[in-house]
């Protein structure tokens, strides 16, 4: 299986990154980042990528793909509504269309958030947006496309959020996280990771998921 991963300097791109180089199904990852991450493998391609607004100068390189786990993300915090509407949906829809154009069979996964909206017609405006985002990659022709709504992550060994009062959170909660990971309201980056892959495999009940069917198809 060839992949695509996108995110890889995040918590949860990381955290599937690592699966996927560990995993026997799959013979090909191609990141896709703004700038390099810095590991090598063997399995492991990088493309870096300044403007994820457009793809059209690495078009080429993007087909023979069977799936594309697109673990890119932005926090509402820090930006202005256009600019969290461009980085969000502009940016996944621009890379659902190269992709669907390139590998009509893929399967596309896209990690939303808990808390996201289908109906877009919320009070909050970043649920909205993950939720229009979900609808149009579920609309976009893949063979099959799902949407990750993980909650509370546990990360593995090594792994760090990008974003700063996460961090602070996770080490307050470390010394608990033997009791949580018995919770299916908790999910860890392993599980996402190999989640994702098995959802390419074996194709999941629902195109939602969330922690705890997320925690449910790692284990197929």
């Known amino acids: 299986m060839k992949v695509i ?3 890889a300097s995040g918590m949860v791109g990381k955290g ?3 699966e996927c180089i560990k995993s026997e199904a799959i013979s090909e990852i191609l990141l896709i980042n703004r700038t390099s991450i810095g590991i090598s493998n063997p399995k492991l391609k990088e493309i870096t990528l300044p403007n994820f607004l457009d793809f059209s100068s690495i078009k080429e390189k993007l087909k023979g793909f069977d799936a594309c786990f697109h673990s890119m993300g932005v926090s509402s915090a820090s930006l ?3 600019d969290y509407f461009k980085y969000t949906y502009l940016v996944t829809k621009n890379l659902a269309e190269v992709l669907v154009e390139n590998n009509p069979k893929m399967v596309f996964i896209y990690v939303s958030g808990q808390g996201t909206d289908s109906s877009e017609k919320g009070k909050i405006t970043w649920a909205n947006v993950k939720g229009k985002t ?3 990659v ?3 022709g893949f063979k099959d496309s799902y949407a990750f709504r993980p909650g509370a992550i546990i990360p593995g060994k090594g792994i760090k959020s990008k974003t700063p009062w996460v961090n602070v959170v996770l080490l307050i ?3 608990f996280y033997g009791i949580l990971r018995k919770f299916d309201s908790v999910t860890t980056t392993e599980n996402i990771g190999k989640a ?3 959802c390419v495999k074996y194709t999941a009940t629902g195109k939602i998921l969330n922690n705890k069917t997320i925690n449910k198809m790692a284990k197929k």
């Open 16 to 18: 599937v990154l690592i």
């Open 196 to 198: 994702m892959i098995n």
């Open 5 to 7: 991963i996108t995110g």
């Open 134 to 136: 979900e609808n149009m």
């Open 173 to 175: 909660f470390k010394p």
């Open 138 to 140: 579920f609309k976009s």
């Open 80 to 82: 202005s509504t256009e």
